[in-house]
């Protein structure tokens, strides 16, 4: 018979439990891999076989009716390529997924490998830097936001729109209401200046509407994905930069062993990610009665995959609150999702971060760092502020 799963009174939208979250899904986890959680009136899965088994499970846990953790922001946002089901998520994905490949991503890699190196040469020189501000920020604003390719106006408000969208995709707490401007905003610039004319040559929005323009898309969902360009593609690389500089400033042994075994670079990248979850979580909702490692959840259900939970199970990896350069498993985290709705920037993303260690390891002798600053934003988990120094090579 299957266990109804415990409840806990916890807010994971609360101020507290986005300055120090890791206490809190510790004390998930350890209650169930699933629990009810009485202020969202909602589910949440908090270990990782049971978001890795959810996620791969796109026909019980649904995406179509909105992702995010109350009734107004799933369907506000809905629509989109992570708040749909297929065949709207097939046309979508399609459409976006080409630039984003692997072998569209090694075609830009020279550049983004030149733009990093330029970085570290001019930080090199400095007597301190904040490491989101002035670097983490940096290749996703100055060659992501040349991808895509928006006229300026859409590429000055690129971060504060992303950030935005997702504080509404939490819940319609004070940050949640106040993104909803934001948002508005972006909606009526994707419908009113962003035109054909008004884009870049060659950038993946101009594409976008190409598509469209050629039936090979339906234009109802150009806008849709057009947005999912603007929003996803920043503030999730910049937190997974930022935490990977605070890591290898911390862990002074690891950077050593990082220049001289540059190897490891795409092992360090996925560890960074695996630690930083830069989502915190996005929902589904249960299509039918069903069982989760034995506890019943109902159809109908809001469910909350909580990826940053289950990142740090110690079920899967050992010890897994430390930054390990040689986990042999880091690559198993769930940091960019798993299923039909994994990542589609995993892949630049983890080249924008590729580049900047072999960029470092090349000048920085030595990282330092102080003491990071979250941002208050209820669904990324990131840095607002880190300050650092390179000592160079």
């Given amino acids: 018979m299957a266990l109804t799963p415990p409840e806990i009174d916890v807010d994971l939208y609360a101020d507290e439990a986005i300055r120090a979250p890791w206490p809190v899904y510790a004390r998930l986890r350890a209650a169930a891999p699933v629990v009810r959680l009485r202020a ?51 046309a979508l994905r399609a459409a976006m997924a080409p630039p984003l490949s692997l072998a569209a991503i090694a075609q830009a890699r020279p550049r983004i490998a030149a733009e990093a190196e330029a970085l570290i040469e001019r930080l090199c020189a400095r007597d301190g830097f904040d490491a989101v501000e002035d670097l983490a920020r940096h290749l996703p604003l100055s060659v992501v936001r040349d991808l895509v390719g928006l006229p300026d106006q859409g590429r000055e408000n690129m971060l504060r729109w992303a950030a935005a969208a997702f504080d509404v995709l939490g819940v319609q707490n004070a940050r949640g209401r106040a993104g909803r401007e934001a948002i508005e905003e972006m909606r009526r610039f994707i419908g009113g200046p962003l035109t054909r004319e008004t884009l870049s040559e060659g950038g993946w929005t101009r594409r976008i509407l190409d598509l469209a323009e050629a039936g090979e898309l339906d234009p109802e969902l150009a806008p849709f994905a057009v947005r999912d360009y603007i929003n996803p593609s920043l503030d999730t690389t910049i937190s997974a930069i930022s935490r990977l500089i605070e890591h290898l400033g911390r862990d002074p042994q690891a950077w050593q062993a990082l220049r001289a075994d540059r190897s490891l670079a795409l092992n360090a990248a996925h560890e960074a990610v695996r630690l930083a979850t830069p989502i915190r979580a996005f929902s589904r909702r249960a299509a039918r009665d069903v069982e989760i490692e034995g506890f019943a959840l109902p159809a109908g259900a809001r469910v909350l995959m909580l990826f940053a939970s289950a990142n740090r199970d110690a079920l899967v990896f050992e010890d897994p609150d430390r930054f390990d350069l040689r986990r042999g498993n880091a690559r198993r985290h769930l940091g960019f999702g798993a299923g039909i709705h994994m990542c589609v920037g995993m892949h630049l993303a983890l080249a924008e971060m590729e580049c900047l260690i072999e960029a470092m390891a090349a000048r920085v002798a030595r990282i330092e760092v102080g003491e990071g600053a979250p941002v208050m934003n209820n669904t990324i988990c990131a840095l607002a502020r880190l300050p650092a120094r390179f000592v160079p090579a």
């Fill in 40 to 90: 969202l009136d909602a589910y949440a899965l908090t270990r990782h076989a049971a978001v890795r088994a959810a996620l791969r499970d796109h026909e019980t846990f649904r995406s179509g009716e909105g992702v995010a953790g109350d009734d107004f922001g799933c369907a506000y946002l809905r629509g989109n390529t992570v708040a749909s089901d297929p065949p709207r998520h097939t």
